[in-house]
């Protein structure tokens, strides 16, 4: 069985998590960010990786998802920097088992990401109290994510790989 992890990260947090699944799988594997990736057809299991933006996942990731999961066993991992728990997180998981739906879609890790600091800066000063509100409560993503939730996404590829052995 060979095994792909790849993920798209602008500031480090969902390669981090990446790194952990990487980790623990066994067996063959590698990973790649998914720039480099062309397609699935060398691999049984997949993990894909993203952080949240702009309220969805990155089209970039989306379609990459949608051009190759057909028939492919695939997981996937995202960060975010509303708290988990967040109501919203609901839909964005949502719309990544949709992308998946011609594959067979194992599960979801999904954990808080420190926000970069121009992107709450920018929050802070909107006019929009809402955006002011999510930057208040990407505060508690400070450090995240941290060694607690870097074991959660190791329990998670464990738990994903075991569902196809
Ligand atoms: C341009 C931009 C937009 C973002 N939009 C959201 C968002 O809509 N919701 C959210 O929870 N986090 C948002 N974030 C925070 C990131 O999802 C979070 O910090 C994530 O961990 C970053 O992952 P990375 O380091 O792998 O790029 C945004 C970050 C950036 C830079």
Redesign the pocket.
Known sequence: MKTLVT???????????AEAIYDEITGEKDIKEIKDVSNFEDYDLIFV????????IPKKVTNFISNNVAGKNIAFF?????PEG?E??KS?TGSIEDFAASGNYLGTFEC?????Q??YDMLMKSDDPEMKG?AE??LS?KG??DEIHIQKAREFAKEIQAKVQ
Request: aromatic share 14%; no cysteine.
């Open positions: 993920y798209f990260s602008q500031t480090g947090n969902t390669k981090k998590i990786g993203s952080p949240v933006m702009e309220f969805n995202m960060t975010h920097a509303v967040f919203a997180i964005w808080q990401g420190e926000l970069a121009p992107v999510f409560m990407s993503g995240q994510p």
